[in-house]
């Protein structure tokens, strides 16, 4: 790996490129970071509804038929859903799910596969 790109911390992308101002930006999430900034922020927690820990780049399984708004049809329990995203708010898994496309989910109606 050339010494202008880097792995994205967000999404682990190995595509990272450098800005030029000491910060690098991943064209794949769009995440932007300098990484000689010291102050590591604490990684949020998000727990599966079995209690497992979530990590960005994991895949999971639907656990119940979930409702989307302005679909014919729910997502339906056992779909798998892979390369997840975690994201701030309340719907804190950011994923493309095939037949719906990209959405967020709830970690709480989903489990580590």
């Given at each position: 790996?050339?010494?202008?790109?880097?792995t994205?911390?967000?999404?682990?992308?190995?595509?990272?490129?450098?800005?030029?101002?000491?910060?690098?930006?991943?064209?794949e999430?769009?995440?932007?970071?300098?990484?000689?900034?010291?102050?590591q922020?604490?990684?949020?927690?998000?727990l599966?509804?079995?209690?497992?820990?979530?990590?960005?780049?994991?895949?999971?399984?639907?656990?119940?038929?979930?409702?989307?708004?302005?679909?014919?049809?729910?997502?339906?329990?056992?779909?798998?859903?892979?390369?997840?995203?975690?994201?701030?708010?309340d719907?804190?898994?950011?994923?493309?799910?095939?037949?719906?496309?990209?959405?967020?989910?709830?970690?709480?109606?989903?489990?580590?596969?």
């Amino acid at each position: 790996m050339s010494d202008s790109m880097k792995t994205c911390p967000q999404c682990n992308s190995p595509y990272a490129y450098s800005m030029g101002d000491d910060t690098y930006t991943c064209p794949e999430c769009d995440h932007n970071w300098n990484p000689s900034e010291s102050a590591q922020t604490k990684e949020m927690e998000v727990l599966d509804a079995n209690g497992n820990v979530l990590v960005s780049g994991d895949s999971v399984v639907v656990i119940k038929d979930l409702p989307v708004k302005g679909a014919p049809k729910p997502v339906k329990a056992g779909t798998k859903v892979k390369n997840i995203r975690l994201v701030e708010g309340d719907h804190n898994i950011s994923c493309k799910i095939d037949g719906f496309g990209a959405m967020g989910l709830k970690s709480e109606f989903v489990k580590k596969a």
